[in-house]
């Protein structure tokens, strides 16, 4: 990865590209530790000190979620707080309805108008979310005593105010990201989502030093828990272990072997040659397990207009935690109808096997049309079921050992680690991908 960057620095284009991909990405950090106005920031750090400590229980999956996805921007109230937590949202309910309604069906298969239309869409819905999010989020300020204001039309001057930040703020970040698409290295949406997790690094490698810390006795509790010591050697060698699993698992697919038949035109034979067709074992990436995510931070998402601290709803919002059985027992589930789902609007077999038919393919072995359709559907099938399971572990580990050790208020979850792996084995790949492109050489050179 490194030799990469090395060779593409070298090239002033893509020297020129990464250089505005980190003025965005510094852009984008500034922004991250901005208050909003009317804000006591005093008060804001002890109720969030809580979540800095080892003795702290994250029950709030919602804070949890969007602080580690905001690089820290969200428990602070930046403006930058929403994160692009919203236009991932946004993108997700434009592809679910590109499937439910036709007129956005017919939309999407309209070629590049098509999806400058889509892409408006959902600009506009990311907008809308982003202000449903910030309203919810100053209700939690309010009501957790964080706003300086507390009764009369400052309230509604202040409420008005603090919302237009947070939405203007998603705003801001999505249009940074289209940025880094236009003038950037690509990938302008991932790349902010990879550079707020690893901000978020430092405050994961502060958790471990406090935990040693209860190893030796020196922390919070007084005296020495030695447990401590293999529960942070155990939590590392899993953090590298599934980081190797993704990288294999990123790269991994099952390719069906494809013959096409010879024919000939005029005096030349064409065709003839042996080809495959891959399928990623990791068919929606990452995409089930924000699905699930988003669908899970629901009850959260109410619970910060509410802010119910006592009686019924306040168990029945605890379930919704993530340190909740409950939870972890939907977030599986979750992550195996949505890859399924993902799998089903993403790849259809009938096309598929039409399009090899009318290029004269064929799988060795299997007849052509509704036989190679239903050999094609049952191996999506087997590999969607391999790919989901190896999401759901990934993703549930981190949760599981937490739950066991009380540690889980470390930020670097499986969500995380399988974004900043694949964002990193993706933007690899284009940097590779464009120093091919300019060292192309044609037959006149």
């Known amino acids: 990865m490194f030799k990469t960057i090395r060779n593409a620095w070298v090239i002033p284009d893509l020297r020129k590209k990464i250089l ?27 109720a969030m000190a ?8 994250v ?27 919203p ?12 499937v439910a309604i036709p007129a956005l069906e017919r939309l999407s298969k309209e070629g590049e108008a098509g999806r400058k239309k889509i ?23 309010h009501n957790s005593g964080i706003t300086k204001y507390r009764e009369g039309f400052d309230v509604v001057f202040t409420a008005i105010v603090i919302v237009l930040v947070f939405t203007a703020g998603t705003a801001l970040m999505m249009w940074l ?26 405050f994961t490698i502060n ?58 035109v005029g005096r030349k034979m064409y065709g003839g040659q042996s080809s495959h067709l891959p399928i990623k074992v990791a068919l929606g990436g990452v995409l089930p397990i924000i699905f699930a995510s988003s669908i899970l931070s629901i009850p959260s998402t109410i619970n910060l207009f509410l802010n119910v601290k006592e009686g019924f709803w306040k168990g029945f919002f605890d379930l919704f935690s993530s340190n909740s059985w409950l939870y972890i027992g939907l977030y599986f589930i979750l992550i195996l109808m949505f890859a399924y789902f993902y799998t089903t609007i993403q790849y259809n077999p009938v096309e598929m096997a039409n399009n090899l038919k009318s290029n004269n393919g064929t799988i060795p072995g299997i007849r052509s049309g509704a036989p190679t359709a239903k050999y094609i559907k049952k191996i999506l099938s087997r590999i969607t079921l391999i790919g989901a399971l190896f999401l759901s572990v990934i ?27 694949g964002v990193a084995l993706e933007t690899v790949k284009q940097l590779e991908s464009q120093m091919m492109m300019r060292h192309y050489k044609g037959f006149l050179d």
Do not use: H
């Open 59 to 85: 029950s709030n999956n919602m804070i949890a979620y969007l602080n580690t996805l905001s690089g820290g921007a969200f428990s602070n109230a930046t403006i930058f707080a929403m994160g692009i937590t």
């Open 177 to 202: 990201g289209e940025q880094i698409n236009k003038n950037g290295i690509g990938n302008g949406i991932s790349i902010l989502l990879f550079a707020g997790i690893i901000a978020r690094l430092p």
């Open 395 to 421: 993703a549930l580990v981190p949760l599981v050992y937490g739950k066991f050790t009380n540690m889980g208020n470390l930020s670097l979850g499986g969500t995380s680690i399988i974004i900043v792996v």
């Open 207 to 264: 958790m471990l030093v406090q935990y040693w810390g209860l190893g030796l006795g020196t922390g919070e509790e007084g005296s020495a828990q030695p447990q401590y010591f293999v529960f942070v050697i155990l939590w590392v060698l899993i953090f590298l272990a599934v980081i190797w699993i993704i990288t294999f698992m990123q790269d991994s697919e099952r390719r069906i072997p494809i013959q096409y038949a010879k024919r000939v």
């Open 20 to 46: 505005f991909t980190l003025l965005i990405i510094i852009v984008f950090r500034i922004g991250s530790v901005i208050p909003v106005p009317f804000i006591d920031t005093n008060a804001l750090q002890e």
């Open 87 to 98: 236009y991932i949202n946004s993108s997700i309910i434009i592809q679910l309805l590109c």
């Open 119 to 141: 892409g408006a869409i959902t600009r506009y819905v990311t907008v809308g979310l982003g202000l449903i999010q910030g309203t919810a989020y100053f209700f939690y300020l």
């Open 50 to 57: 809580p979540a800095n400590s080892v003795s702290s229980d």
